[in-house]
């Protein structure tokens, strides 16, 4: 059973930094595109960052600068590295594995909080 689990979530200060973990089983992370998507209350689901089997990476002009998505291909996990973190960022945050084969897959998410 395929399975993407988020950790990494939590309170964090204006300016700080927070670092999110997706592990991945039952799939190979290295062979898809991986993302980060976040959803804040009311709001869409937001991509928020790619990075694709060959390494090529894309952001969302709002994190552009900030945050920082990597992969461990060893470890089966895909990480998004956020710093200088704002209110705006508040969000349920969605690790996805991109269609491949005909399937695609959803963690079940983490929650960022940013407030003083």
């Known amino acids: 059973q395929v399975q993407l689990v988020e950790s990494g979530g939590g309170l964090v200060q204006p300016g700080g930094s927070l670092r999110l973990s997706c592990a991945g089983s039952?799939?190979?992370?290295?062979?898809?595109?991986m993302d980060w998507y976040r959803q804040a209350p009311g709001n869409v689901r937001e991509l928020v960052a790619t990075?694709?089997?060959?390494?090529?990476?894309n952001y969302v002009d709002s994190v552009k600068g900030r945050f920082t998505i990597s992969r461990d291909n060893a470890a089966n996990t895909v990480y998004l590295q956020m710093n200088s973190l704002k209110p705006e960022d508040t969000a349920v945050y969605y690790c996805?594995?991109?269609?491949?084969?005909?399937?695609?897959?959803w963690g079940k998410g983490t929650l960022v909080t940013v407030s003083a």
């Open positions: 996805h594995a991109d269609r491949l084969y005909g399937s695609e897959y």
């Open positions: 039952g799939l190979i992370i290295s062979l898809r595109a």
């Open positions: 990075v694709t089997s060959t390494g090529s990476r």
